[in-house]
């Protein structure tokens, strides 16, 4: 048991103390953080697998975009349908489902002949990695105390990067396989799929799901276990009294006047985090450190690298996300980033590769990445939308996201084969500009409140 001091408010001028189950929430944290861990492994394992599937399926610039993002679409499918789903049927339920799919997609796509059969469980893969996306940083959100929340949201772009080094890593194993290396990439996606879907069955419910369906006491066992009895009925009061506000949470109310500063709001963080340009940086990064004079296989190797820096940025947002707060890691983050793009593009631009410096500033936008808009677009998200219109509106702010993504991904190719790959940097560079500005102005800051604390924030009705 961890003992916090309990924040203060205008409507708490005593100091109480908040006593939680640490190992508890970080245990049922860790495991919903694992749908991320597929997430990444899933999304990453294809940048290995570029120059092989290109070869075995004859794929042009056109096609192989599509090979690429096609998972993108799935993604955006799964996003939109998962906030239903999760509120119709629990959280929980909906993770088991990524997982099986998961699973699908790796074992169809590392078994395919076919490319029409390959983009088919690339697009399966991506109905799994949509839902979880979404669902994931929710069930922790929904779960974990507000002075533990952002490390533990956290916790899932952690898995989310861990997930792809974890790929690397296996691309880079099975580069000398052979012709059929690419199949042993994505089967081996199969053996964390089932792992994750063996530790859901262990653990609980969120307590907002469970009182939002008239579960009151099974929600108030949980939210006992996590914080203590006394803790846990004042939560309970606070969360019942959200639901009680508004019965419906359909679209009408979700586009209402009430919620659409927040839903825009949350729609632009989840397109900043893509629109920037990181997933063209790690689906394509092989591709991009060949053109600077490398062989195949030391692309792959400082492709891991990347991954590395990825895993340790995190663990930095981790570590300071409830201490500095979210909006100042997204300012510093974005104008990083911005700057990163614009060197690598000078590089290119002037043809200098020498000492590593791409490498460098590559590590340098992957890192200011990590910590800011990887990790903390999440915990933004699950934390701004109030419990009424939560599954929903994340729903469409993930589906926004992996609209960004598909449009970014499969533009890549095309953009570096008609502006050059210099230009095309600095296009993302302007929009980290941009990123930074929007956060600047428009931004709340949300450490350190509870969900309801943050829902009056955001909401004046």
Known sequence: MAIVPALKTSKQPALKTEIINTRFIIIISTVAALGGLLFGFDTAIISGAIPYITSYFGLGGFSLGWAVSSILIGCAAGAMMAGLVADKYGRRLTLIICAVLFALSGL??????????????????????????????????????????????????????????????????????????WRYMFISQVVPSFLFLVMLLFVPETPRWLVKKGLKQEALLILTRISGSVTANQEIE??????????????????????????????????????????????????????????????????????????????????LVD???????????????????????????????????????????????????????????????????????????????????????????????????????????GLCVFAFCYVLLKVKETKGRSLEEIEKLFIHE
């Not at 533990?148 to 790929?167: N, P, S, T």
């Not at 019942?240 to 729609?267: A, H, Q």
């Not at 340009?277 to 195949?296: Q, R």
């Not at 792959?300 to 590395?308: C, F, H, Y």
């Open 323 to 429: 201490k500095v707060g979210r909006k100042k890691f997204l300012l510093c983050g974005s104008l990083l980033m911005g700057i990163s793009l614009c060197a690598v593009a000078l590089c290119f631009h002037y043809r200098y590769f020498d000492n590593y410096i791409v490498l460098l500033f590559m590590l340098l936008y992957v890192g200011a990445f990590g910590c800011a808009l990887g990790a903390v677009t999440w915990v933004y998200l699950s934390e701004i939308f109030p419990n009424r219109i939560r599954g929903l509106a994340l729903s469409v702010a993930t589906l926004s996201l992996w609209l960004a993504d598909f449009m970014i991904t499969y533009t890549f190719p095309i953009m570096t084969k008609n502006l050059g790959t210099a230009a095309t940097l600095c296009c993302y560079a």
């Open 108 to 181: 169809g796509s590392g078994l395919a002949s076919d490319f029409t059969f390959f983009a088919f469980f690339r697009l399966i893969g991506g109905l799994g990695v949509g839902a979880a996306a979404m669902i994931s940083p929710m069930y922790i959100a929904e779960t974990a105390p507000a002075s533990l929340r952002g490390r533990l949201v956290a916790l899932y772009q952690l898995a989310i990067v861990l997930g792809i080094l974890l790929a690397y890593f296996s691309n880079y194993l099975f580069e000398g396989f052979g012709e059929n290396n």
């Open 238 to 319: 606070e969360i019942e009294n959200t639901f009680n506000c508004e019965k419906d949470s359909g679209l009408k109310v979700l586009f209402s006047k009430t919620y659409r500063p927040v839903l825009f709001m949350g729609i632009l963080i989840a397109v900043f985090q893509q629109v920037t340009g990181i997933n063209s940086i790690l689906y394509y990064a092989p591709v991009i450190f060949k053109e600077t004079g490398l062989s195949t296989a030391s692309s792959l190797l400082q492709t891991i690298g990347i991954g590395v820096v990825n895993v340790i940025s995190t663990f930095i947002a981790i570590g």
